[in-house]
Nanobody, 122 residues
Framework: QVQLVESGGGLVQAGGSLRLSCAASGSGFSANVMGWYRQAPGKQREVVAQINPGWRTNYADSVKGRFTISRDNAKNTVYLQMNRLKPEDTAVYYC????????????????WGQGTQVTVSS
């Protein structure tokens, strides 16, 4: 019943910034690890960044120092601040929830957002 809604994608010049947001709908649950993935044409989907409820983070080497992932646990929302964007960052970005806690149970099925296009021009 949890659904992810992404926003914030768009077209930006190289060196510019964008902030992606992803809100998990519903109430009475707490998301576990949340993350951002991206997929460029002809390439496999790759992890960009992940964050757990305690704000421990992982980043792909290609975005370290440029991207920052954060979350609001109360709102079950995850963000990706993207700075100093490069043309190679161009991709469809997908929000992901690894699983979520609800009452006494844990739903282990991953949930994916619909994807938001990020295009970086040179």
């Amino acid at each position: 019943q949890v659904q992810l809604v992404e926003s914030g994608g768009g077209l930006v010049q190289a060196g510019g910034s964008l902030r992606l947001s992803c809100a998990a709908s519903g109430s009475g649950f707490s998301a576990n690890v949340m993350g951002w993935y991206r997929q460029a044409p002809g390439k496999q989907r790759e992890v960009v960044a992940q964050i757990n409820p305690g704000w421990r983070t992982n980043y792909a080497d290609s975005v370290k120092g440029r991207f920052t992932i954060s979350r609001d646990n109360a709102k079950n929302t995850v963000y990706l601040q993207m700075n100093r964007l490069k043309p190679e960052d161009t991709a469809v970005y997908y929000c992901n929830v690894e699983g979520y806690y609800s009452g006494d149970y844990y739903n282990e099925e991953p949930i994916w957002g619909q994807g938001t296009q990020v295009t970086v021009s040179s």
